[in-house]
T-cell receptor, first 114, second 115 residues
């Protein structure tokens, strides 16, 4: 069990640029989740995949955000035309079963938009 | 609106004593509750969970209690150890805030264990 990994761990970008983050879940996990955490808050759900299908998106996920999981393994989260309000920790989690299953989190990618 | 609330931003407890962290929720559709622990620069780590059909779950030094009628849960850590110093998040699933399986988190409680 190598755990959930995320890359990069830190990203600094200028406002208006596009950024892409990668998440590699635990290999046998079929569900993958993206969350965003800002200072002083708990993680907020963004979206989740079951295998390659994106089953739900939060209203927090604006049109500038897109997530993919092309082969049901790793996932990418892209933010286009970044804004300062996008500065946050982006967390990825994975799980094996449905509702009620514990989710295993990666270390996160910290995004700073200047 | 915050569906999961942790009203104590921080809690200081002496080593060896009991730590009690509280969590309230508003969404009666939540059917599964979890506690996560988070150290700086790391992702949250699962601690313990409880289904809505139970009122208590125990795992070593950690016990979670659920009071459905009050929409309240608590995490007890006995005895508290220095390594327990971290931010603790209460989370819930089954409601609309996080999708079918997305978790809805509270803001966290920073637990500090004093030697």
């Amino acid at each position: 069990d190598t755990g959930v990994s995320q890359d990069p761990r830190h990203k600094i970008t200028k406002r208006g640029q596009n950024v892409t983050f990668r998440c590699d879940p635990i290999s046998e996990h079929n569900r993958l989740y993206w969350y965003r955490q800002t200072l002083g808050q708990g993680p907020e759900f963004l979206t989740y995949f079951q295998n390659e299908a994106q089953l739900e998106k939060s209203r927090l996920l604006s049109d500038r955000f897109s997530a993919e999981r092309p082969k049901g393994s790793f996932s990418t989260l892209e933010i286009q035309r970044t804004e300062q309000g996008d500065s946050a920790m982006y967390l990825c989690a994975s799980s094996l079963t449905g509702t009620g299953s514990r989710q295993y989190f990666g270390p996160g990618t910290r995004l700073t938009v200047t | 609106d915050q569906q999961v609330k942790q009203n104590s931003p921080s809690l200081s407890v002496q080593e060896g004593r009991i730590s009690i962290l509280n969590c309230d929720y508003t969404n009666s559709m939540f059917d599964y509750f979890l506690w996560y622990k988070k150290y700086p620069a790391e992702g949250p780590t699962f601690l313990i969970s409880i289904s809505s059909i139970k009122d208590k779950n125990e795992d070593g030094r950690f016990t979670v209690f659920l009071n459905k009628s009050a929409k309240h849960l608590s995490l007890h850590i006995v005895p508290s150890q220095p390594g327990d110093s971290a931010v603790y998040f209460c989370a819930a699933s089954g409601g609309s805030g996080g999708g079918a399986d997305g978790l809805t988190f509270g803001k966290g409680t920073h637990l500090i264990i004093q030697p």
